[in-house]
C-alpha cells in the first residue's frame, strides 16, 4: 500500500510547486521534539491481556522514547511539505512491542514574517510495527495543526495537535470474536524545536 502511495505524494508535491520554489527565502526545516500519543496505554493493557490469555507472564513495561523527527522543506509561498518518523513506542517485559509512526505531509504555513506562524499539515501516516501479539498495521490520514513563535529567529519553537486515523491490529484473545484494532496516536500532542 505504502508503494502505492509514495509515487502519488510526489506527484503532489510537483504540482504543489509554483516557480517560486527557487526563491532564496526557500529553506529545509529540522523538527525534533516530544510527542505524546493517547493510546499507547491502551496498547500496553491489551498485552497484559494477550499475554495472560496465552498463559504467560503480565508484567509489561512502557519503555517508549517520545522523541519525533519532523524534517520539512517550507516554501517562500507558504507551501510545506514533509515527512516524520516517531515516537518509538516500545513494550518490554513478559511479551514485546515495538512500534514507529511515519508520515508524509503537505500543509500551509500562514504569516511567515511574524513572530507567530500558525499551520496546519496533512497526509498519510503507517505504523511499522513487530511483536508478540501484532498481527498487521493499515495506513490512514493525517492531519496537524499547530503555531511556531519566534518564527523570525533562526531557532523556532512549536506546538502542534494532530489526529493519526492509521491503525495496528492485535490477536484476537479467546473470548473476542476478532482482532482488536488500535489507533495509537489518534490524538498527538508534539512540542518542538524548529532548526
Known sequence: MI???????????????PATAA????????????????NVKEIKDSYKYLSKDAEGGRDIFNASINLSFQPYYQFQNGFRAG?????????LGDA????????????????????????????ISYHMASG????????????????????????????EAAYDASEIKLDRASNQPDHEKIKTGEVTLFIYADF
Open 83 to 91: 515527512a516524520g518518523v516517531g515516537p518509538l513506542v516500545l513494550l
Open 96 to 123: 514485546y512491542h515495538v512500534q514507529v509512526p511515519v508520515n508524509l505531509t503537505l500543509g500551509y504555513s500562514f504569516f511567515q514574517k511574524s513572530d507567530y506562524c500558525p499551520y496546519f499539515r496533512c497526509g
Open 23 to 38: 526563491a532564496d527565502n526557500d529553506a529545509w526545516r529540522f523538527v525534533l521534539g516530544y510527542s505524546y500519543l493517547n
Open 3 to 17: 508503494k502505492r502511495i509514495c509515487p502519488l505524494f510526489c506527484i503532489i508535491i510537483l504540482l504543489a510547486i
Open 132 to 159: 508478540d501479539f501484532y498481527a498487521d498495521s493499515s495506513p490512514g490520514f493525517y492531519g496537524g495543526i499547530g503555531v511556531e513563535i519566534f518564527n523570525t529567529k533562526p531557532t523556532h519553537l512549536g506546538f
